[in-house]
């Protein structure tokens, strides 16, 4: 089935620095990925989706500036948390459309702790 | 705009037994698609079943079965003979129709908990 693989699992970072999260499309190619944020015991809150070659498209209320998203290949698609702080903190997960049977595919997650 | 409500916050099933997870949906769409996910402590995402709302037929996946009502915009899902490894939170998530890059609606989720 297709895999979404992500990546880091998990990440530390000191308040003010930047954290990138990768997640690759291992044997599909995905045009279209998404990046939600989820918060503990809640649902997934979508962030932005990203079209590969294009600007992101991002939801309401979400800050482009710190939530930079490159969707350079169709295969790769980045999250990139600019200037972290405390409140940031959360658990960031990639998915995929591949295409009608298998639906979307989701990454395994990454749990960004800023200090 | 689409809304995805799931009533049940939490649910618990002995072992072994029945348990339903109610869903219910908002759309002005006629073709769509209804997925449910179980997100286990390890929070990896899992497809559990889906439906195409041009389909009449409820979808099964092994011990996984819906109860899809379009007129009653409800989308249920049914665990029989529950397992441990059942205990997870699920989400009902619907999909407009149209290829590419249409953005899934999420349900508040229901945690289930397996009672041994």
């Known amino acids: 089935g297709a895999v979404v693989s992500q990546h880091p699992s998990w990440v530390i970072c000191k308040s003010g620095t930047s954290v990138k999260i990768e997640c690759r499309s291992l044997?599909?190619?995905?045009?279209?990925m998404f990046w939600y944020r989820q918060f503990p015991k809640q649902s997934l809150m979508l962030m932005a989706t990203s079209n590969e070659g294009s600007k992101a498209t991002y939801e309401q209320g979400v800050e482009k500036d710190k939530f930079l998203i490159n969707h350079a290949s169709l295969t790769l698609s980045t999250l990139t948390v600019t200037s972290a702080h405390p409140e940031d903190s959360s658990f960031y997960i990639c998915s995929a459309w591949t295409g009608q049977y298998y639906g979307y595919t989701f990454g395994s997650g990454t749990r960004l702790t800023v200090v | 705009a689409q809304t995805v409500t799931q009533s049940q916050p939490e649910m618990s099933v002995q072992e072994a037994e029945t348990v339903t997870l109610s869903c219910t949906y908002d759309t002005s769409e006629s073709d769509y698609y209804l997925f449910w996910y179980k997100q286990p402590p390890s929070r990896q995402m899992i497809l559990v079943i889906r439906?195409?709302?041009?389909?009449?037929q409820n979808a099964t996946e092994n011990r996984f079965s819906v109860n899809f009502q379009k007129a009653a915009k409800s989308f249920s899902l049914k665990i029989s003979d529950s397992q441990l490894g059942d205990a997870a939170m699920y989400f009902c998530a619907y999909r407009p129709p149209n290829f590419g890059n249409e953005k899934l609606t999420f349900g508040t989720g229901t945690r289930l908990t397996i009672i041994p």
């Open positions: 439906q195409e709302a041009y389909k009449q």
């Open positions: 044997d599909f190619q995905a045009t279209t």
